[in-house]
């Protein structure tokens, strides 16, 4: 009888374990966004320095931010190597549905990032004092980070002329 009794609290120790285990795991990769502050920006600038990138804001509000994913979704899947970030223009506290957006698209690996302050202006004003906050907005870095912004959904032609290499498209 003390065996019997033994084994089963083994066992329900062993699903708690395994159930806390698969809940961390879920956590973990629900919870891949940087915190977008006043100083994040100039924080990825400096990560690509000397180096083209491209920076697409959006927003799981924003039906024409859904296109855009998608469109990059299918781009970056044939071209791995293009440097883009991601930053999520809604709050924070929202990341696990955001999240699944990007798990739509394909861009769970992009680097990612999601506003992290309730006063959005002021973060707005920190990317450029130029932006009203429309989306999608793009910025493009060249190699000596001369910035060129856009809204609305970015196209092929816009792409093929910002990056200095050749970009496949389906």
């Known amino acids: 009888m ?3 009794s033994l084994f089963q609290r083994t066992k329900c120790l062993d699903f708690c374990v395994a159930s806390l285990l698969v809940l961390f795991s879920v956590a973990a990769q629900a919870d891949n966004f940087k915190a977008f502050t006043a100083d994040s920006f100039q924080e990825i600038k400096s990560s690509y320095e000397g180096e ?4 697409g804001l959006w927003s799981v509000d924003c039906p024409p931010c859904l296109v855009e994913l998608e469109f990059m979704g299918k781009l970056l ?3 791995p190597n293009l ?3 991601l930053v999520s223009t809604d709050p924070i506290e929202q990341r696990e549905y955001s ?3 990007l798990e739509d698209f394909g861009l769970t690996e992009m680097e990612s990032w999601m506003f992290a302050d309730s006063f ?3 973060l707005r004003f920190s990317i450029d004092a ?6 999608p907005r793009s910025y493009f870095f060249d190699n000596e980070h001369e910035m060129k912004s856009h ?3 970015i196209s092929r032609e816009l792409l093929s002329d910002w990056f200095s290499s050749s970009l496949k498209f389906q």
Do not use: A
């Not at 083209?52 to 920076?55: S, V």
């Not at 130029?130 to 989306?135: K, Q």
């Open 120 to 122: 959005v202006e002021k």
């Open 2 to 4: 003390l065996n019997s």
């Open 130 to 135: 130029n932006w009203y906050g429309e989306l």
């Open 99 to 101: 999240q699944e957006f």
């Open 83 to 85: 440097p883009y970030v």
């Open 77 to 79: 899947e044939l071209n």
């Open 52 to 55: 083209e990138f491209l920076l």
């Open 151 to 153: 809204s609305g959904i």
